[in-house]
């Protein structure tokens, strides 16, 4: 079995300012918005913090030793460090949190979130992953 090892303080703190960011985009905007909107609105929060972020980043993966380059397409990515999912849904669908558990794992990356902005309350909304 793998032994957990806990997330440095920068990657930490980094975590701390896409949940500000998400909570923020939320109480400006509210919910039922379409996902791209929200996109656009957090990348420009998260840019605010002085983060680098890129936006639907096509990722390649190695499989049976074949590089395949667009494998992969990342909502957004933050610092290199940090793989979000966004979403604007009224049910999260399960298959949507492996599928970050997934990208983590083949990005070699350990954070990730899974942000659903079509909630009441923002919190609701927000699924944080480390591997």
């Given at each position: 079995m793998k032994k957990y090892v806990s997330i440095d303080k920068d990657l930490n703190e980094i975590g701390k300012q896409i949940v500000n960011s998400a909570f923020i985009v939320h109480k400006q905007l509210g919910p039922?918005?379409?996902?791209?909107?929200?996109e656009?609105?957090?990348?420009?929060e998260l840019r605010k913090c002085g983060?680098?972020?890129e936006?639907?980043?096509t990722f390649p993966i190695v499989y049976d030793?074949?590089?395949?380059?667009?494998?992969?397409?990342?909502?957004?990515?933050?610092e290199k460090k940090v793989i979000i999912e966004?979403?604007?849904v009224d049910l999260i669908n399960p298959?949507?949190?492996a599928q970050v558990l997934s990208h983590l794992r083949?990005?070699?990356l350990r954070l990730g979130y899974l942000i659903n902005f079509n909630v009441p309350l923002i919190k609701y909304g927000i699924k944080r992953y480390v591997i």
């Open positions: 039922g918005l379409l996902e791209k909107v929200y656009v609105c957090f990348s420009h983060l680098l972020v936006r639907q980043l030793n074949i590089e395949f380059d667009e494998a992969l397409r990342l909502d957004v990515l933050v966004l979403k604007a298959v949507w949190e083949l990005t070699q």
